[in-house]
């Protein structure tokens, strides 16, 4: 297979860039990955685990400047550090870049200030992660069989978007165009509210004192399999969760307060249960059904 790319810079080696290497390597499709850390731990677990072929510390990288050695950066940062990063580019930088983030708006704002003409910046959104975060979870098939967003900027070149298109069709992703409001805004829903009230959900039954009483004497866990999958990616990666809250907080915000008046309808039906009037708890779970079927494509 011919290469896309000779050197690839992957900015951030967690579990999403990690992958992103591991796979890389897997399919053959760079010559060269380099990987880039904040800190001496990241710096030696990356090593260690033989994420990337090289391997440098963010603070030896930027004093180097060394962007222009790479064709394709890769920023996978929580979404904050990824603005802040796409400031520090070169103007004169020539190459392809994408990012992993979770919210687009700020990023593609970031985008557009920082480039006002003609770019090689397509936003990307994989979607596929894990409740663990951090190198030593990394696994090269994470991206396979999965949906990537992608989020043309203003002033984004043709080359640039077909590039980075094939370059996640080479990872065995399937890729759909979306716009940076709208991806926010729908992603608050599916992605970004679930795990707020994910993590509620324990934060809630947790500090229940029977809960507690009964989970501590218990030889194994109480919860049902109902728990136990609502809240797998309770917690999950806070710093991450902190810039995604930060950088979609009013689409976040609205999504959940209207998932609050649909849970205040549910629990007006309390009042209303009785022998003669038992059909609406059936025809709504009846309803949900056609409803997930639909957003997941079962």
Known sequence: MNTLFKNVLIYGLGLMGGSLSLALKKKKIVNNITGLVRNKRSLEEAKSL????????????????????????????PVDLTCLKIRMIPNDYKGFITDLGSTKKEIIQTVESKFPNTHNYISS???????????????????????CILTKPNNSSEPAYEIIKAFWHY???????????????????????????????????????????YTNASPFPISGGGFRDMTRIAGSNPEMWQAIISTNKNSIYHSLIEFKNRLEELIEEFHNINPENNKFWKDYFEKSVKYKNNILKN
């Open 125 to 147: 959104h994989p979607m596929t992660g894990s409740e663990h975060s951090g190198a030593r979870y990394a696994k090269e098939e994470l991206y396979e069989g999965k949906l």
């Open 50 to 77: 033989q994420i990337a072929d090289e391997i440098y510390l963010e603070e030896q990288f930027l004093k180097e400047n060394l962007w222009n050695n790479f064709d394709l950066i890769v920023f996978s940062l």
């Open 171 to 213: 990872l065995g992703s399937k890729t759909v165009d979306i716009p940076p409001n709208d991806h926010d805004d729908i992603l608050a829903y599916l992605s970004h509210s679930p795990h707020i009230i994910s993590t509620l959900m324990v934060t809630w039954a947790g500090m229940n004192k029977k809960v507690e009483e």
